[in-house]
């Protein structure tokens, strides 16, 4: 399985976005966090960020909608308008917000786009577990969601390998201290997709730290 990155927006300067992501290169999608200040103890950007970065990249790149917020199901048709079905995107929803996945599920599939859910780093993988053959991806967070930079927590390492056990063919995708340090721990869990911030954005060449946490020769 291909290992795939998607760097995290969050971390990027948003005062010369465009740039920014024309910096990255050739990206297999782009992460953005939605932090409501409720779900999480920060607040990030909303429909219209995703909206202007959908029109940056002119639909051509998968928008991938981390949505940590609390009622996802009410928001959920507002960003779907705000990604207007760019090819291949998703919107991933945290378990913890709410005792009714499936009815997410479908939510986000019934306007024509993936679905995924997000696990924080210490919610047992076996939540997720009777909704996988139904997944476009899950997302296991590997730090407390809410703000970039931190360590990850090396507990969420078994989630990904339990996962993976159980869904071989599915999108497994990893947010949170991701480095070209921890990227090979990751991939040898399970992992097939990472996400980056700091070590991306913080870099002065951006495609250079892609390569280094994701080898053109990665499988």
Do not use: C
Not at 88 to 107: L, R
Not at 165 to 170: D, F, G, K, M, S
């Amino acid at each position: 399985m291909k290992t795939k990155i998607a760097p995290s927006i969050f971390a990027a300067d948003f005062a010369n976005l465009e740039s920014e992501i024309a910096a990255l290169g050739s990206v297999d999608m782009l992460h953005l966090d939605i932090m409501d200040g409720h779900f999480v103890p920060n607040i990030s950007f909303g429909p219209t960020m995703v909206e202007s970065i959908r029109r940056i990249t002119a639909g051509k790149i998968p928008l991938d909608v981390h949505l940590m917020i609390e009622n996802p199901l009410k928001y959920i048709p507002i960003f779907a308008k705000a990604v207007d079905n760019a090819p291949g995107s998703i919107i991933v929803f945290h378990i913890e917000t709410t005792e009714n996945p499936q009815e997410i599920i479908a939510a986000i599939k019934s306007l024509g786009l993936r679905a995924g859910i997000a696990l924080k780093p210490h919610t047992p993988a076996e939540k997720a577990k009777p909704y996988l053959n139904q997944l476009d991806m899950v997302l296991q967070m590997t730090v407390e969601p809410g703000f970039s930079g931190q360590a990850m927590i090396p507990a969420a390492i078994e989630n990904i390998r339990l996962l993976r056990q159980w869904a071989p063919n599915l999108d497994i995708q990893v947010d949170g201290g991701v480095t070209p340090e921890t990227a090979p721990i990751l991939k040898q869990a399970g992992a097939n997709i990472l996400v980056a911030g700091n070590a991306i954005f913080k870099s002065p060449d951006y495609p250079a730290a892609i390569a280094q946490i994701i080898p053109q020769s990665s499988p």
